[in-house]
């Protein structure tokens, strides 16, 4: 066997022990806007007498990435409650189910509950409201917790800005609609480009760090083996063939 033939072989063993153990390359993640370093993935600001808190992550994200949008409200001291807690999404953002809400309730404390958003599309804002009030202090807060799709022709080096809603009692609805979080749109790294070439070629879904990566985790070994098996043989067949 030449030295190339067995170079080959090394290589492709090489590749698919790497996707076999969730092992990932490090690439850049493609040319930034020229504002981009003054966008935050984390931003915090005072409304009045409230101050607002907005997350996303993760902080930069590919085309169609699915992303998580945490918004809070809170007071620095003294009580106060709040009707509506929402998120102004950027435009053409989708937005996914399971949407949440982590409020204070007397026993419990600060607890999850499932949200049920109302919407203003042409705002594409999303807010959740309660018919009673939810308290807030210098340690209780609103928390609303949103997924959303990147839209796949979003431009690569871009930011997107999200915004914040909040709606404290005796008040109008309190839009900040170019204050919240940003996110930076990045290209795919080369493991994330290669996910839809895998699936053509019968892998399934690879999703690092899940069982989908290997199939079953009753028998891992078995499907690495199997994942090794395939590539090596189709390297082998190819040459042969040659």
Not at 209 to 218: E, K
Request: hydrophobic residues 35%; contains cysteine.
């Amino acid at each position: 066997m030449s030295r190339k033939t067995l170079t080959r072989i090394a290589a492709a063993g090489a590749s698919a022990a790497l996707i076999a153990t969730g092992m990932s390359v490090a690439v850049g993640t493609g040319v930034a806007s020229a504002d981009s370093s003054s966008c935050n993935a984390t931003e915090s600001f005072k409304g009045g007498e409230i101050t607002a808190q907005q997350t996303v992550s993760p902080a930069a994200a590919y085309p169609g990435q699915v992303v998580t949008y945490t918004t809070r409200i809170s007071r620095a001291s003294g009580g106060w409650n709040l009707k509506e807690i929402g998120i102004a999404a950027p435009e053409g953002f989708v937005l996914q189910d399971g949407a949440r809400v982590n409020v204070w309730t007397l026993g419990p404390g600060q607890t999850w509950y499932d949200a049920n958003l109302r919407s203003d599309s042409d705002k594409n804002l999303y807010w959740e409201r309660t018919d009673v009030t939810w308290d807030m202090n210098s340690s209780h807060y609103v928390e609303l917790k949103t997924t959303f799709k990147v839209p796949a022709d979003a431009e690569v080096g871009s930011t997107q800005q999200a915004g914040v809603q909040a709606r404290p009692v005796g008040w109008d609805s309190q839009e900040w609609l170019d204050k919240g979080a940003c996110l930076k749109i990045r290209d795919k790294n080369i493991v994330e480009s290669g996910q839809g070439s895998l699936e053509k070629l019968g892998f399934g879904s690879v999703n690092s760090g899940s069982s989908q990566v290997f199939g079953s985790l009753t028998d891992p070994q078995g499907s690495i083996s199997g994942i090794l098996s395939d590539v090596l043989g189709n390297v082998l067949g190819d040459m042969v063939g040659s």
